[in-house]
């Protein structure tokens, strides 16, 4: 079976797309610089696939590293590349920081694929590259007229940098914007790590339920949404990881030629800060603490897909419905919950 280079296969996209790649028999090799130390990741991922699961360190501005790496190693059929820092409001706070990283790490990739004539390409984008779109729900056609963050902007030009680059590397590409992943895989032992306080809404809801901290922050309810908070599309990381298994053989099995497709990877139904408190609570029997704090920066008002696209041309559905997203994401909090204590307590 082929040899599949993830680069972030540590991260939370990453590391769920590394286990579904195992489990499809293919051999996962993972470049990820493990910013967040999350060194427990591979040992996980070995554990649930049975498989070996080896992630090399390296930093993916560095290209004298990453060009050693790929010389080392042969065969390779495709890549995967997940790597990026994704947080909206650092983003803001910290632009240079967001567009050195994301973008030269992604060039920096494409040089290697293009040197040892690595045609598979998937990339992940966000839906992010929207910004405030005028209809909803957001099909690929939609014009990604003004992205909202720094991080959307890194995301759209990542977009262009890989359209660019097809035809002078014969990529066959496929472009895949995420909506908002959420939950984890249902032992737990894979999700959202807990380094520094948690950014994205339902890790920020779970560590709130879990008393972690002190109140879930909803930022802003004087949007124009029915109940004024911010609204959101969420689709089950699982699925996310599911859909980019398609969209790899998509490519492989494709005929020569470069080629690249845009594909949105979303539930299809759009939930706001407020319901995803409501349905959290629902599922799980817990109550969240929360408040009503000042809008942040960087956020769209509203944002869900169209994913009849992925359907039709990866032959992908998202199966597993908010209250799974809930209750697996809570089951990742309990863990991180307990690995802490034991830790703590030597
Ligand atoms: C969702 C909503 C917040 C935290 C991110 C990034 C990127 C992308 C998708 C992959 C917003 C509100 C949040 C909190 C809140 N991933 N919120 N209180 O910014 O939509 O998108 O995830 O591409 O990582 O673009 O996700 O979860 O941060 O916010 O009220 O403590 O929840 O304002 O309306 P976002 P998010």
């Not at 689709?235 to 053989?249: N, R, T």
């Not at 994913?307 to 809570?330: D, F, N, Y």
Request: glycine share 8%; hydrophobic share 40%; proline share 5%.
């Amino acid at each position: 079976m082929h040899t599949i280079v993830v680069t972030g296969g540590c991260g939370y996209i990453g590391s769920h797309t590394a286990l579904a790649l195992l489990e499809k028999g293919y051999e996962v090799l993972s470049i990820d610089v493990l910013e967040h130390n999350q060194t427990q990741v591979e040992a996980d991922i070995c554990t649930l696939s049975g498989k070996a699961f080896q992630n090399t360190r390296i930093n993916l501005c560095n290209l004298r590293a990453l060009r050693r790496f790929f010389a080392e190693r042969k065969n390779i059929a495709g890549i995967i590349h997940f790597a990026a820092h994704k947080l909206v409001p650092e983003s803001m706070q910290r632009p240079l920081r967001y567009y050195g990283n994301n973008l030269l790490s992604l060039i920096n990739v494409l040089v290697c694929a293009r040197e040892h004539n690595i045609k598979a390409f998937i990339y992940s984008s966000s839906s992010a590259v929207y910004g405030n779109v005028n209809s909803l729900p957001v099909t690929e056609e939609t014009p990604c007229f003004e992205q909202q963050s720094v991080y959307g902007r890194t995301k759209y030009f990542g977009e262009h940098i890989v359209r660019d680059a097809v035809p002078i590397a014969s990529l066959r590409a496929v472009i895949l914007r995420y909506f908002n992943p959420a939950g984890a895989h249902e032992s737990g032992l894979l999700g959202e790590y807990d380094q520094g306080p948690p950014q994205n809404l339902v890790p920020a809801l779970t560590a709130a339920a879990a008393g972690i901290i002190p109140e879930l922050v909803v930022f802003g309810k004087d949007y124009p949404t029915p109940d004024g908070t911010c609204i959101r599309d969420y689709v089950h990381v699982m699925d996310i990881a599911e859909a980019h298994v398609k969209a790899l053989e998509y490519v492989l099995n494709q005929g020569d030629g470069p080629s690249v497709e845009v594909v949105n990877l979303g539930s299809g139904t759009g939930y706001s800060v407020l319901q995803m408190i409501e349905a959290f609570e629902n599922t799980t029997g817990l109550k969240v603490p929360y408040r009503i704090g000042p809008r942040r920066s960087g956020d769209a008002v509203a944002v869900y897909a169209d994913h009849s696209k992925a359907t039709r041309l990866l032959g992908w559905q998202p199966r597993r419905p908010l209250s799974e997203i809930m209750l697996s994401a809570w089951r990742r909090r309990q863990l991180l919950v307990e690995r802490a204590v034991s830790k703590s307590a030597g």
